[in-house]
């Protein structure tokens, strides 16, 4: 795009030019981050007045920056530096307002090159005045054309996908969840921490003296929750299991004890949580920048999965797509090209399993692949490659080749482009939150909602 500026010589009073832009939650946190002014009347997710509803007010100095952004591009442009400005606010604006910033020459100094004008912001569905003023500028003498170029992106660090499931999960009725081990301060305080958000009703299995003991170093009330003694995990495991028979826990959730001796009594034959499918797993990302949730798998269980395995993959990724409100989850099965290579295992299973989609064996999403890592997730890439296909550049879910590929992506997204993961295994009779030692409170936070969220669609209470 070519911008010109404009001289003083060429300017004459009455000029006027205008730009609009939309404000955003982001643009918020962005200008808190910037300016220092952590003020709460201007962030989205707080209350700043008390009254019980977050006020997300776009900050006066932000409105002023509005006015200096049509000074700086477009009139006069290139070169302008200012002299003053004062600012007269006549409404508030908010996150999500549409909003037109003008400037018009008034009058012109010849002695120093300098112009006056007239400028305000306007909110154009109302056209409510929200901000006038006047500008002194010293005006560009030499004129400057030059092409507009992108500016260093910035992503806002924040999760806003995940903070929209605990919003979704928090009205549900709690989801009575079967705590095993609990006996460290993260898997209690993860536990603890969902009870206080309303998510789940935990039901705290293991030794009640190394439970006690870590909810005394915490500081944490236990009053009111039931503990139900086992000495051992493989005991407290199974007796987790037996909760479910029972009919009293609707979940399992991970304390302090190995993955496979938790698996070991979910798959055990003869009172186990078998439902008909594999046991997977899937990775909920919150990805900042990215516009909706990511669904990797299987990056925790199934080390090498072949194509039956993987259906049963595919298939308790949508379903848990569907129970996190998404209409038809875009299904793209990952491989390191996006043509089918008869060398390369992984595009062919992706091949097969896109038209068992197609002829009804996968329902409930749409599925496409071989699909490569850009070309799944960016549409520009698939554009690039001739990729006709609902799917390519906005999917919601990444099939991985195996155990050690999803690993590592989802190790890349949360360590390299600072993603939340929420964990959960899929397949039993009842969602199994896997949570791990480095998640932090939203991804614990995060794992339970979907929990949630799942157990009430499958069981109808949605």
């Given amino acids: 795009m070519k911008i010109e500026n404009h001289i003083f010589e060429e300017l004459q009073p009455g000029d006027s030019q205008s730009l609009r832009r939309l404000c955003t939650q982001d643009d918020l946190l ?15 997710d707080l209350d700043g007045d008390g009254d019980g509803r977050p006020e997300a007010v776009v900050p006066g100095m ?7 952004a049509v000074l700086g591009n477009l009139l006069p442009g290139a070169g ?27 009058d012109k100094n010849d002695r120093d090159s300098t112009l006056t004008l007239a400028t305000e912001v306007r909110r154009p569905r109302d056209d ?8 002194e500028v010293e005006a560009p003498r030499r004129k400057m054309s030059y092409s507009s ?93 037996a909760l479910v028979h029972e009919g009293r826990a609707g979940a399992l959730m991970k304390g302090h004890l190995h993955t496979d001796t938790l698996l070991r009594a979910v798959l055990d034959k003869t009172i186990g949580l ?7 797993h899937v990775f909920v990302m919150d990805v900042p920048g990215l516009a909706h949730p990511l ?98 550049g906005r999917a919601d879910v990444l099939v991985v080749p195996n155990l ?14 600072h993603a939340e993961a929420a964990g959960l295994v899929l397949g039993a009779r009842v969602p199994i939150i896997l949570n791990s030692r480095a998640d932090d409170d939203m991804a614990r936070l995060a794992s339970c909602a979907v929990a949630a969220l799942h157990h009430a669609r499958i069981t109808g209470l949605g």
């Fill in 30 to 44: 962005v200008f808190a981050n910037v300016s220092g002014n952590h003020n709460p009347m201007h962030l989205y």
């Fill in 149 to 241: 170029h992108d500016l260093p992106g910035l992503v806002v660090q924040r999760h806003r996908h995940f903070e929209a499931l605990l919003r979704k999960a928090e009205p549900l009725a709690a989801l009575v969840t079967a705590v095993i081990c609990p006996e460290d301060p993260n898997s209690l305080g993860g536990a603890l921490l969902a009870r206080a958000h309303t998510l789940i009703e935990p039901i705290l299995i293991g030794d009640p003296v190394r439970i006690a003991a870590t909810a005394k170093a915490m500081g944490a009330d236990l009053s009111g929750i039931e503990v139900v003694p086992e000495t051992g995990p493989d005991a407290a495991a199974r007796r987790a299991v």
């Fill in 295 to 392: 669904m990797v798998t299987d990056a925790a269980i199934n080390i090498a999965p072949d194509l039956r395995t993987k259906v049963d993959i595919v298939q308790n990724a949508i379903d848990l797509g569907l129970s996190l409100g998404i209409a038809q989850p875009l299904v793209g099965v990952l491989s390191a090209v996006e043509t089918v290579n008869p060398d390369m295992p992984s595009s062919m299973d992706a091949a097969l399993l896109s038209k068992m989609a197609e002829r009804g064996q996968i329902t409930g999403g749409l599925v496409d692949g071989p699909l490569a890592m850009d070309n799944a997730v960016d549409i520009a890439a698939a554009r690039t490659k001739g990729i006709t296909s609902p799917v390519a």
């Fill in 404 to 417: 050690d590929a999803g690993n590592m992506l989802a190790k890349q997204l949360t360590y390299l482009s």
């Fill in 274 to 280: 078998r439902a008909g499918r594999r046991l997977t």
């Fill in 80 to 106: 302008t530096l200012y002299r003053a400005q004062s600012l007269v606010f006549h409404n508030h604006a908010h996150a999500g307002d549409e909003l037109e910033s003008r400037v018009t020459v008034t």
């Fill in 62 to 68: 932000f409105l002023g920056s509005l006015i200096s």
């Fill in 128 to 135: 409510a005045l929200i901000l006038s003023g006047v500008a």
